[in-house]
């Protein structure tokens, strides 16, 4: 079983790196925040460079990528970090639906953090010697406490992107 973890961690790792588009489109949604424009927003709305938009702070910094379907993906840096550090348990995917007019910041749940969770109490009642196994919901849940937070800094600067690229009033000169 160990073994079956590790791989599905290096797995989760490799498919983080390759910016897999199935990866960052499927999973369990933990975090999701819909922020709603208009049509004209919508078409003047940019997601690129959203990082520098970002707060500073002393946890990794995010990282951002196009995806094929035109989403943006997002996780947190694989570089070099003296800062915080926590269990990451969430990846991210911005998507822009122009049907419903809004664009939506999605967290997904990682493979492994899920998979260990739902394994520790089995595995403690198969060896009781692995009891302090517990603290690893802990850790996650305080990890997810974290990124939930850091999640919520991408839905402001969306929204902040969303109301100074197109202000209430502007009018187009193209049109």
Same mark, same amino acid.
């Given at each position: 079983?160990?073994?079956?973890?590790?791989?599905?961690?290096?797995? !989760?790792?490799?498919?983080?790196?390759?910016?897999?588009?199935?990866?960052?489109?499927?999973?369990?949604?933990?975090?999701?925040?819909?922020?709603?424009?208009?049509?004209?927003?919508?078409?003047?709305?940019?997601?690129?460079?959203?990082?520098?938009?970002?707060?500073?702070?002393?946890?990794?910094?995010?990282?951002?990528?196009?995806?094929?379907?035109?989403?943006?993906?997002?996780?947190?840096?694989?570089?070099?970090?003296?800062?915080?550090?926590?269990?990451?348990?969430?990846?991210?995917?911005?998507?822009?639906?122009?049907?419903?007019? !809004?664009?939506?910041?999605?967290?997904?749940?990682?493979?492994?953090?899920?998979?260990?969770?739902?394994?520790?109490?089995?595995?403690?009642?198969?060896? #009781?010697?692995?009891?302090?196994?517990?603290?690893?919901?802990?850790?996650?849940?305080?990890?997810?406490?974290?990124?939930?937070?850091?999640?919520?800094?991408?839905? !402001?600067?969306?929204?902040?992107?969303?109301?100074?690229?197109? #202000?209430?009033?502007?009018?187009?000169?193209?049109?």
């Amino acid at each position: 079983m160990a073994i079956a973890l590790i791989a599905l961690l290096l797995i !989760e790792v490799l498919l983080l790196l390759r910016w897999a588009p199935f990866f960052f489109g499927t999973g369990i949604v933990l975090f999701n925040q819909r922020i709603a424009t208009s049509p004209d927003e919508l078409s003047q709305l940019s997601l690129s460079g959203l990082e520098h938009d970002l707060p500073i702070d002393k946890w990794m910094r995010l990282v951002f990528h196009a995806l094929p379907d035109g989403s943006v993906a997002f996780r947190e840096s694989f570089a070099p970090h003296f800062g915080g550090r926590y269990f990451a348990l969430m990846r991210g995917q911005l998507v822009v639906d122009k049907r419903r007019r !809004e664009v939506r910041v999605i967290g997904r749940c990682s493979w492994f953090a899920l998979v260990l969770t739902v394994l520790v109490v089995p595995i403690i009642l198969v060896r #009781p010697m692995a009891w302090p196994m517990l603290v690893c919901p802990l850790i996650f849940y305080m990890g997810y406490h974290i990124q939930r937070k850091r999640y919520a800094s991408v839905v !402001e600067a969306v929204r902040a992107r969303v109301r100074s690229e197109f #202000p209430r009033g502007f009018v187009d000169p193209r049109r």
